[in-house]
């Protein structure tokens, strides 16, 4: 990932948002713009606080996919939320964790997801909404992740997921399907 200062000015991020223009009204300097990269290329955007460690939104390209959700990939950081200096790709959790004490000020790490009975780790660009494997591989990172109650999709069985409908059914200018998703955390501070 890439801590930018504006979305526009980092390469190929502003592709993710619909006319390369990121959502209004969601000001604070303490908010970092996340360019989230993973393989060396940019896949969405993210607009992270990282006091509560949660991100406010997540904005990418829907890609049709066969809906299949894998969990064969490791959770990841930012390392650059941590230190400016550090690599501006995503990358696997340590194994020590111990080493999760460099970051763990900057953004949520996996013992905030242990133990817990009541939440999950809920994705605001879910890997369905992606085809290639590498970008399903990039939502794995706890940067796109709220908590999530659990039983959420137990009693809505029309999940987030199954309710989008299929882009590829509508056409854009010049016959192009091309469709931009915005997921928004809202939440009481």
Known sequence: ARVVGDFNHAERCKDSLFMGTPPRGYLSYSFKKICQRYEDKPRYVTLYDP?????????????????????????????????????????????????????????????????VV??????????????????????YSLTNVVPQIREFNMHHPQTPQQLTHDPSQQHGPRGRSRVHVVRLLLHRV
């Open 118 to 139: 009541q939440y999950e780790r809920g994705q605001l660009n879910p890997d369905e909404h992606q085809a290639d494997p590498l970008d399903k591989a990039s939502t």
């Open 51 to 115: 006091h509560i460690h949660i991100p406010i939104y997540s904005a990418y390209t829907f890609k049709k996919s066969d809906g299949e959700k894998k969990v064969d990939f490791p959770w990841m950081f930012e390392p650059q939320l941590a230190s400016e200096k550090s690599s501006s790709n995503m990358e696997p959790f340590p194994q020590s964790t111990s080493m999760h004490m460099n970051f763990e000020d900057t953004q949520a790490v996996l013992e905030d997801y242990t133990d």
